[in-house]
């Protein structure tokens, strides 16, 4: 024989539209990680790339009017180099991960000149991935701003 509390002979069967509610937007938001942490990973170490150069870019800028020495960057086979940095300023020359990367730098033919004086010229680096050519990010400055990551890579020649 069944016990219930005086006067309560309901019985609930199912779950109640609230529940069903909250179960709906853990789902949501369970889903909506998984979409975000599954990005494509040529994708984002191509923009890691990109972040990476800019701040490097910088960081020979400042060295450069630091040691009143012009820094030319240019790209070599396997990565880049730094030519006119002290051998003490240990800025990196090679790519993240150590794969190939196409590149192209302009105006100056293929290297960028980060000179000692505060005003450079307008300069920028396309980089693309051999995987996926077509999508292509813009290291670029104006000579007076800080280098930065731009997706329009119409402006570039």
């Known amino acids: ?17 609230l529940e069903l509610l909250v179960v709906i ?6 889903s909506a990680g998984v979409v975000v942490g599954l990005r494509d990973s040529s994708e984002t170490q191509l923009e890691r790339e990109a972040q990476r150069l800019a701040a490097l870019l910088e960081s020979a800028r400042a060295l ?7 820094i030319r960057w240019h790209p070599t086979g396997q990565g880049f180099a730094f030519d006119g940095a002290p ?7 090679a790519w993240l991960g150590g794969v190939e990367m196409p590149v192209q730098a302009f105006p100056t ?10 005003i450079i010229g307008a300069q920028n680096v396309v980089l693309a991935l051999p995987s996926n050519p077509t999508r292509r990010l813009v290291v670029q ?4 701003r800080p280098f930065t990551v731009s997706t329009d890579a119409e402006g570039a020649p």
Request: without cysteine; positive net charge.
């Open 1 to 17: 024989m069944p016990t219930s509390v005086a006067g309560n002979k309901k019985r609930h069967h199912g779950f109640t539209l």
């Open 25 to 30: 937007t853990i789902i949501a938001i369970a």
């Open 64 to 70: 450069s009017r630091l040691t009143s020495n012009p």
């Open 87 to 93: 051998p003490n300023a240990s800025l990196p020359t």
């Open 109 to 118: 033919g293929g290297a960028l000149t980060l000179g000692p004086e505060p």
């Open 141 to 144: 400055t104006d000579g007076i």
